[in-house]
């Protein structure tokens, strides 16, 4: 396990495989006359007293490996601020989705370009009573939105480019989950028995 004060560990590191869930199954993925129907797992624990967590994380598409990741909290709320924080990780992954189709969509287009960057915020508001609200309030936590800017160096057809990154919106998984409202559900096991 590892020691919430001296975490030397690297933050990412390749796993040999993603090992076997006790709860979810991993599905391998389908191709249907719709699209690929993919997953990505995600196996996590807290590693000790504070906020450190390690999880395996792995997309079952053939080709993607599987890595262990660390993560934390900033020190302002007891995390000791050694590796990224959740929503950090949820901000870079939807960034690098989004510049994965950016990139993708502008190869088989054949389109000219000599320079992709992207610069995100994510908005969110916290309510932790004692923490971030007053005592007594009733704990919640809310997306207020995602603000990107694309900054791409092209000699191509502004249009072209609005319609590159308009279409790469649209197939980024990533940000497709937080513009539209997703099915999710929570299932508890305690002490071995669901509740």
């Keep these: 396990m590892l020691d ?3 975490v030397t560990h690297p933050i990412v590191t390749r796993a040999a495989a993603m090992p076997t869930p006790q709860h979810i199954s991993l599905n391998k993925i389908k191709k249907s006359k719709d699209g690929m129907e993919l997953e990505v797992d995600f196996l996590a624990e807290l590693t000790g007293d504070g906020l450190v967590k390690t999880g395996v994380v792995q997309p079952n598409v053939p080709g993607f490996g599987a890595f262990e ?3 934390d909290e ?7 601020d050694t590796a990224p924080a959740p929503l950090s990780y949820l901000a870079a992954g939807i960034g690098f989705c989004l510049l994965t189709h950016v990139h993708g969509l502008a190869q088989s287009r054949r389109l ?4 992709i960057k992207l610069e995100q915020k994510m908005k969110f508001q916290s309510r932790i009573p004692g923490m971030t609200a007053e005592q007594g309030t009733e704990m919640l936590g809310v997306s207020k939105g995602v603000e990107t800017v694309i900054i791409i160096e092209s000699q191509e057809d502004p249009s072209l480019i609005a319609s590159l990154v308009e279409a790469s ?3 980024c998984m990533a ?3 937080v513009v539209n409202a ?5 299932t508890i096991i305690n002490n071995g028995q669901k509740l």
Excluded: D, F, H
Aim: glycine share 10%.
């Design 175 to 177: 940000l497709q989950t």
């Design 74 to 80: 900033g020190s302002s709320i007891g995390g000791t």
């Design 69 to 71: 990741v660390l993560c």
């Design 112 to 115: 000219n370009i000599s320079s």
């Design 182 to 186: 997703i099915p999710a559900s929570t």
């Design 169 to 171: 919106e649209k197939a």
């Design 4 to 6: 919430n004060n001296t």
